[in-house]
């Protein structure tokens, strides 16, 4: 089974992408901030990280730097619905690090099909 690092602030939108990820066969480990994050990133084997991009603590954008000091490789999604800077900031800033973007809300076919991208079972 597939490990999924989901890291989003918002309790309720994160259980909804958790089941629809543990529905799907997937193994999800959530984490409500970027520095949480980094603690699960260094102890467990994780196959792709799908994080918010603006978030308290740490944001997505800050996170995904570090996470390329930890393992270059991992795929990164990332996620947002624009927030306090604008979307259009947020997914310019996304497209040079992560591979991938979701614009939310999304539908759960749009998260699934991005994932099929980067692991497969």
Do not use: W
Not at 66 to 94: C, E, Q, T, W
């Amino acid at each position: 089974m597939k490990n999924i690092l989901l890291v989003d602030d918002d309790d309720g939108f994160r259980e909804s992408v958790r089941e629809t990820l543990s529905l799907s066969g997937y193994e999800v480990h959530e984490v409500n901030n970027g520095a949480d994050a980094l603690k699960c990133l260094k102890t467990m084997n994780i196959d792709l990280l799908i994080t918010d991009i603006l978030m308290p603590e740490l944001e997505g954008i800050e996170l995904s730097s570090l996470v390329r000091d930890i393992n270059p490789d991992l795929h990164m999604i990332g996620m947002s619905g624009g927030g306090r800077i604008g979307f259009d900031y947020v997914k310019k800033a996304s497209n040079t690090h992560f591979n991938s973007f979701l614009a939310k809300p999304f539908q759960r076919e749009e998260l699934l099909n991005e994932i099929k991208k980067y692991i497969t079972e």
